[in-house]
């Protein structure tokens, strides 16, 4: 038999292992692994590494952000970022619009995605509201409809929802079998350190992390897990930033409770000093929970190398710099409290791990699958079509050059910000092509031109054994 494609000479990371084998691509599936396989296209890859495409569960892309605020992602520029840094699927957020329902969301950001992706799409929702409609009606049918996983908040005014109303989604979790994310930090907490800040002048970006320190993070964390115990359901605590919270985590898991935890790249290369930089510089690195200490990089590490995090995400959630769209915003020179939260990394997420983790030899090149790809497609409703190379799945992969060395650039990345955080910080180990379906998304740093993307339906999340 005679693939559309086959991918010769590369190492190979699959779902039992690594091997070197060719890969026949047939109508946009894994059709075979094996050697001397025949292909109409043949794909060189001697000296790569074929990972799974990566799969970020947790980008934010085209969200409103307050009035006169504006991503600078639309799903065209989050998507090709997305797949120039060896992505081939993104789970971006719906939030609703103020006003609007969780249904009219949905149907507002499927129109903004559709036709535009160079990534597959799938959307995570997000509650905000638990009147009898949104808990009675329209949670139920779109989770039905596979919308299989939301996300909560217990920070931004807004946003953040009681504990009574966190454990009234979660029923509804429990009923429907979907998985609910927290963002976990201690609103009123956040309240009092911000006001006590402010009237002691400590006004500048800086003071974004020290008013949302540990035990904010840490407490709620907590919280959140009893929470969910409470209501009997599996929780996901997305972007956790220091020791203390994942050993909340762990604590929770020797109780019997299923938690799964992620990380992202902030937390194991930022830290609250990068929020000090010179004048409003700062601004480039204010996100939530915000980077901490090199000393809880190394309790990230162990927490990655040890199995307390499942996730590796990017909270790609980008904003120009010098713009009043973006950190710019009015009056964010005048306080922190102004500035729009969130970073871009939604193609610098691969790289980083790769280069700091598989590269340093503190992560095997299975584990970077399982925390890239693999966990993402598990937890979330997307596997066995996703997260792994094997026989049947979609021909999802990213080839990695691992000795190509060079400093990330904002010159050389895709997406609508005008900075990377990350800025000449070293990398060895880059994708140099991405595969969606058979179908390349990038090749040497240069994005494909037509928006293959797919929007996916999602299954009930499978949990991790
Ligand atoms: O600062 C952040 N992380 N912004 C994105 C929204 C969120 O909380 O994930
Ligand atoms: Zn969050
Ligand atoms: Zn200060
Ligand atoms: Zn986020």
Redesign the pocket.
């Known amino acids: 038999m005679t693939h559309d494609t086959v991918i010769t000479g590369a190492r190979v990371v699959t779902a039992s292992g690594t091997i070197s084998c060719d890969i026949g691509i047939s109508s946009g599936k894994i059709a075979s692994l094996g050697t001397d396989l025949t292909g109409t296209e043949v794909i060189d890859a001697r000296g790569l590494i074929a990972m799974p495409g990566g799969i970020d569960s947790?980008v934010?892309i085209s969200q409103p952000s307050g009035p006169g605020i504006e991503m600078a992602d639309d799903f065209a520029a989050g998507t090709r970022s997305a797949a120039c840094g060896g992505n081939t699927t993104v789970l971006p957020f719906c939030l609703p619009e103020e006003g609007h329902t969780l249904r009219e969301a949905v149907a507002a950001y499927r129109a903004k995605a559709d036709g535009n992706c160079l990534t597959d799409v799938s959307f995570h929702l997000i509650v905000k509201e638990t009147d009898p409609v949104t808990l009675g009606q329209d949670l139920p049918a779109l989770i039905q409809a596979g919308y299989t996983s939301f996300k909560v908040?217990m920070t931004?005014a807004g946003l953040a929802l009681s504990d009574r109303q966190i454990l009234d989604v979660m029923t509804v979790a429990k009923e429907q079998n979907a998985m609910v994310m927290v963002?976990a930090e201690n609103e009123d907490a956040i309240e009092f350190l911000r006001d006590k800040a402010e009237r002691a002048g400590e006004t500048g970006p800086y003071h974004h992390a020290t008013t949302r320190p540990v035990p904010v993070e840490r407490e709620a964390t907590h919280r959140a897990i009893s929470l969910a115990e409470i209501a009997g359901v599996p929780l996901t605590i997305?972007?956790v930033s220091n020791g203390e919270a994942m050993e909340e985590i762990m604590r929770a898991r020797q109780r019997g409770l299923t938690v799964f935890a992620e990380t992202c790249p902030q937390y194991i290369t930022l830290t609250a000093d990068d929020l000090d930089r010179n004048g409003f510089d700062g601004a480039k690195y204010?996100?939530?929970p915000p980077p901490r200490t090199r000393d809880e990089w190394d309790n990230i590490w162990r927490g990655i190398e040890q199995g307390v995090f499942d996730l590796f995400s990017s909270?790609h959630?980008p904003f120009r710099f010098l713009d009043t769209a973006g950190k710019d915003a009015p009056g964010a020179r005048k306080t922190f409290r102004n500035i729009p939260?969130?970073?871009p990394g939604v193609e610098t997420r691969l790289p980083i791990l790769f280069s700091e983790g598989v590269v340093k030899g503190r992560l095997s090149l299975e584990r970077f699958a399982a925390l890239t790809a693999t966990n993402h497609a598990r937890l979330y409703g997307l596997y066995p079509r996703k997260g792994a190379i094997m026989v049947g799945a979609d021909a999802d992969i990213a080839l990695w050059d691992p000795t190509l060395s060079k400093p990330i650039k904002q010159a050389d990345l895709h997406h609508g910000s005008d900075y990377t955080p990350w800025e000449g910080f070293e990398i060895t180990g880059w994708p140099v092509r991405t595969i969606l379906r058979g179908i390349t998304t990038m090749l040497n740093g240069v994005p494909g031109k037509d928006a293959v993307g797919q929007h996916l339906s999602r299954t009930a999340p499978e949990l991790l054994g």
């Open positions: 947790h934010h908040f931004y963002h997305v972007h204010v996100c939530s909270d959630c939260n969130g970073i």
